[in-house]
């Protein structure tokens, strides 16, 4: 299967910093990658929409001045988490697609787990 | 949007046993795929399986897509087997994947 990578795994950084999660594919080039954010014990809750070369698309009651994403190439996406405080602290998975189409598989990266203190 | 319920919810077995998650959906899909995450919240692809059966090792799945519902097979649970099971779907006209509340599955030695 395909890889996508995230980085970092896990982070703590203090209230009112800024946080950049990395989001690669490793193998294959990814159109459209996804943003989740998961609460303990819960499923996963779509942010936003990633597009290469465009604005993403966030879902509703989203920040998206908050949650900055940012899809550069066809191999990497960003989240910066701006002025981050502690009801940000959670777990956010990015996944991707090969083309971005319907009918394709998607692949997820490891998870970044986010405390802020 | 389109529901997606999995059951059960929890789920505690002995090693060695058999058991068979559900995972129904309100509306046709182009895609379904069963994830495993593990204790580290890693989501690991298990089947990519719109309609038909596949099988991989001790691990099977089904899809009924007119019938809208999958079922995946778990047969002679290991310990290893143990976190949530995720059902996520990809709805027809749309290619954003959304996902059940999981299952969660204990299974003891």
């Known amino acids: 299967g395909a890889v996508v990578s995230q980085h970092p795994s896990w982070v703590i950084c203090k209230s009112g910093t800024s946080v950049k999660i990395e989001c690669r594919s490793l193998?294959?080039?990814?159109?459209?990658m996804f943003w989740y954010r998961q609460f303990p014990k819960q499923s996963l809750m779509l942010m936003a929409t990633?597009?290469?070369?465009?604005?993403?698309?966030?879902e509703q009651g989203v920040e998206k001045d908050k949650f900055l994403i940012n899809h550069a190439s066809l191999t990497l996406s960003t989240l910066t988490v701006t002025s981050a405080h502690p009801e940000d602290s959670s777990f956010y998975i990015c996944s991707a697609t090969r083309t971005g189409g319907m009918n394709t598989e998607a692949f997820f990266g490891q998870g970044t787990r986010l405390t802020v203190v | 949007g389109i529901q997606v319920e999995q059951s059960p919810p929890d789920l505690i077995l002995q090693e060695g046993a058999n058991s068979t998650l559900r995972c129904n959906f309100s509306d046709s899909v182009n895609n379904l795929q069963w994830f495993h995450q593990n204790p580290w919240g890693q989501l690991i692809n298990l089947f990519y399986i719109p309609s038909g059966t596949k099988q991989n090792g001790r691990l099977s799945a089904t899809t009924v897509a007119t019938e809208r519902y999958s079922l995946l097979y778990i047969s002679s649970s290991q310990t290893t087997d143990s976190g949530v099971y995720f059902c996520?779907?990809?709805?027809?006209?749309?290619?954003?994947?959304?996902f059940g509340r999981g299952t969660s599955l204990i299974v003891h030695p």
């Open positions: 990633s597009n290469e070369g465009s604005k993403a698309t966030y």
């Open positions: 996520a779907v990809t709805p027809g006209g749309s290619y954003i994947p959304t």
């Open positions: 193998d294959f080039q990814a159109t459209t």
